[in-house]
Nanobody, 123 residues
Framework: QVQLVESGGGLVQAGGSLRLSCAASGRSFSNYGMGWFRQAQGKEREIVAAISWRGGTTYYTDSVKGRFTISRDNAKNTVYLQMNSLKPEDTAVYLC????????????????WGQGTQVTVSS
């Protein structure tokens, strides 16, 4: 069993930065593929970034490439999402997710979810 708690969201002006954290509890965190997703109001949940259990492989959706960076510290059981050059269209609830296996882009294939943290980018 893995429990996930996100933090670091908030209100920021366009062009600004935020760093999201996802703290995991439970054993074998290092065996899990991790993903950051977001869900804007009235829209479907979409993947933002994902990272393999050792951190050697990462994935970014096209709209955040070059602006966002996903990383993990298995010693601290934490996954991070550094978000730079934020745009109003990045506004959403950001959620981290874990699956017992390689990362994938499909939300339904993740086994554990955090409660989410709101990110609002003003123009």
């Amino acid at each position: 069993q893995v429990q996930l708690v996100e933090s670091g969201g908030g209100l920021v002006q366009a062009g600004g930065s935020l760093r999201l954290s996802c703290a995991a509890s439970g054993r074998s965190f290092s065996n899990y593929g991790m993903g950051w997703f977001r869900q804007a109001q009235g829209k479907e949940r979409e993947i933002v970034a994902a990272i393999s259990w050792r951190g050697g492989t990462t994935y970014y959706t096209d709209s955040v490439k070059g602006r966002f960076t996903i990383s993990r510290d298995n010693a601290k059981n934490t996954v991070y999402l550094q978000m730079n050059s934020l745009k109003p269209e990045d506004t959403a609830v950001y959620l981290c997710a874990a699956r017992n296996g390689p990362w994938v882009v499909t939300p339904a294939q993740y086994h554990y979810w955090g409660q989410g943290t709101q990110v609002t980018v003003s123009s």
